[in-house]
């Protein structure tokens, strides 16, 4: 249910953005940004839907293309079952958690005229996973287990940007990562142009 909110949002934020509102004006060239967002991230393995949240800088290095530097954060407690023999199935909570620091490629398409900015990019990334358990065996206590793992990471996405000002626009991004467990990500955010 909440998932299908947050696609009727999506939906009309995206729907919001084709109307012209505001055309940036001026060269982007040289020009930098810093963005904080937030969104879900629907993570593989089992894991599921959770929060994430985000933040960038970005230089734009031509008209069109632009370098992001991102931290991204995500969290998420998931159940999993196991067969004990000697006593049944046992659930167990674990907690995971992803920080993320990567490099995006941006192009932005040429639709200044529109109110609106299109863009599409390739980005790598460094993701830290943790991964924490309370693991029982036969006889013994309870003892906390932790996994710590690092993943290189590729990510596919795309986005569109409104100005709501001078400095201010907002925008909103369906990213893909294939890493460790592969992210589906749909978030967004305020850009504040420096």
């Known amino acids: 249910m909440r998932l299908r909110f947050v696609g009727y949002l999506w ?14 004006e001026g060269k982007q060239r040289g020009k930098m940004d810093v963005s ?3 969104g879900i991230a629907i993570v593989g393995d089992g894991i599921g839907g959770t929060f994430y949240l985000t933040g960038a ?9 632009a370098v992001e530097g991102e931290v ?12 004990d023999p000697f006593e049944g199935t046992i659930r167990g909570e674990i907690p995971a958690r992803d920080l993320t620091i990567g490099v995006n490629f941006l192009y932005t398409l040429p639709t200044r005229r529109t109110g609106f900015d299109v863009f599409a990019g390739v980005g790598v990334g460094i993701n830290f996973q943790k991964i924490s358990a309370s693991v029982r065996g036969v006889g ?4 906390i287990v932790s996994v710590s793992e ?6 596919l996405l795309g986005g569109i940007q409104v100005p709501m ?16 467990p592969s992210v589906f990500k749909l978030y967004g955010g305020f850009r504040y142009i420096l």
């Open 11 to 24: 939906v009309l934020f995206l729907a919001w953005g084709t109307f012209p509102t505001y055309a940036q």
């Open 36 to 38: 904080a967002g937030v």
């Open 57 to 65: 800088l970005r230089y734009f290095v031509t008209e069109n293309i």
């Open 72 to 83: 991204g954060y995500w969290r998420k407690s998931y159940t999993i079952e196991l067969f």
């Open 140 to 143: 013994f206590a309870a003892e």
């Open 150 to 155: 690092t993943d290189a990471s590729l990510r």
């Open 165 to 180: 000002g001078q400095n201010m626009t907002v925008f909103g991004i369906i990213r893909y990562d294939v890493s460790g």
